[in-house]
């Protein structure tokens, strides 16, 4: 089966408040590539390919991350509210400076030596997920004047095939700078765009230790996550 977004819900390719998706966005049609047996069932992104403190980005270094720390959790569930097990996800994110540990990003933000800013973790059999990481930072980028991103996360979705794959962006409640972002707002639908925004989870919040956020990923139907064609917001 061949997926097919639909843009009412999901971000089009060439948004013109996004510039550089004018660069980028396809400028002829789609052409659909059938899969093969080989590209559908391999090579298997199971537990072989996790570390041990991949899903805990405050522990990956020999010092404490900068920041306040913050749990992420969630499940990832299809059209039918049916658990999605053994899925891989993986995230990328900026530090509590809003700054990437990237060559390319280098504003006067602070890098800290103790935060890489990626994890990756296997949901479980009941679809569910969790991360301990750092609240990241907004952050200035260049694509008109005074813009800045909203505090967020970056989300890929793997299914069993490096060939099955989803983006996403969780953001966190009540944000002031979601009226300015033209990511946040490429999706065209105020209730999808919600779907995009992380909950605040008090029951899940570990006293004198992390708050947490709750981000369900629905993959298909009338309350599916919004994914992007692109991530690169540089």
Do not use: C
Not at 163 to 168: K, Y
């Amino acid at each position: 089966m061949i997926y097919r977004p639909d843009f009412d819900v999901h971000p089009r390719l060439d948004y013109d408040g996004y510039k550089s998706t004018a660069l980028r966005h396809p400028k002829q049609p789609l052409i659909a590539l059938p899969q093969s047996f080989t590209e559908i069932t391999g090579p298997l992104l199971g537990e072989g390919r996790l570390g041990d403190l991949d899903h805990d980005l405050t522990r990956q270094h020999d010092g404490e991350p900068q920041g306040q720390r913050i749990i992420v959790h969630g499940r990832v569930l299809d059209s039918d509210g049916r658990a999605v097990p053994q899925t891989l996800l993986e995230i990328w994110q900026a530090n509590a400076a809003g700054r990437y540990q990237h060559v390319i990003d280098n504003w006067p933000a602070p890098l800290d030596p103790n935060f890489t800013g990626l994890g990756r973790t296997l949901t479980d059999n009941d679809g569910r997920y969790r991360f301990t990481t750092i609240k990241p930072g907004a952050y200035p980028w260049k694509n008109h004047h005074n813009a800045w991103r909203p505090a967020h996360i970056h989300f890929s979705l793997f299914g069993r095939a490096f060939t099955q794959r989803l983006v996403t962006q969780m953001y966190f409640p009540d944000d002031p700078l979601f009226p300015y972002d033209p990511i946040f707002n490429s999706v065209p639908d105020e209730k999808a765009r919600q779907r995009m925004v992380s909950r605040f989870d008090l029951a899940s919040t570990q006293p004198d230790w992390a708050l947490a956020f709750e981000f369900d990923i629905v993959l298909r139907g009338s309350d599916a996550t919004p994914f992007e064609a692109e991530v690169d917001d540089e």
